[in-house]
């Protein structure tokens, strides 16, 4: 089993940045697949970003260019360092573990998931 716990969720106003961070614990190594998927409030899940256990990272387009993915593998966390935020980007955001490659638009396929972590951005 893998347990997935974020942190760094909050509340701010358009244009400013946030750090999410998802720490990993349990039967997890370098070779899993870590990702960010977010839903915001009657909207299905939407994968943010990935990044491949050999480093290779995919962006969701509409966040490419500000938000900034990354893993820490010896310590097994998972960042996601989000700049210029816009109020589009309001939305619960959990990160996700699979064995093997990752998909962006294939949440579906992620055997593990973290609880979630809120991120409001105003206008």
């Known amino acids: 089993q893998v347990q997935l716990v974020e942190s760094g969720g909050g509340s701010v106003q358009a244009g400013g940045s946030l750090r999410l961070s998802c720490a990993a614990s349990?039967?997890?190594?370098?070779?899993?697949?870590l990702a960010w998927f977010r839903q915001a409030p009657g909207e299905g899940r939407e994968g943010v970003a990935y990044?491949?256990?050999?480093?290779?990272?995919e962006y969701l387009p509409s966040v490419k260019g500000r938000f900034a993915i990354s893993r820490d593998n010896d310590k097994h966390i998972l960042f996601l360092q989000m700049n210029n935020l816009k109020p589009s980007d309001t939305a619960t955001y959990t990160c996700?573990?699979?064995?093997?490659?990752?998909?962006?638009?294939?949440?579906?396929?992620?055997?593990?998931w973290g609880m979630g972590t809120q991120v409001t951005v105003s206008s």
């Open positions: 996700a573990a699979r064995r093997g490659f990752c998909y962006l638009y294939s949440p579906e396929n992620y055997e593990y």
């Open positions: 349990g039967a997890i190594d370098s070779t899993y697949c």
């Open positions: 990044v491949e256990r050999d480093g290779d990272i």
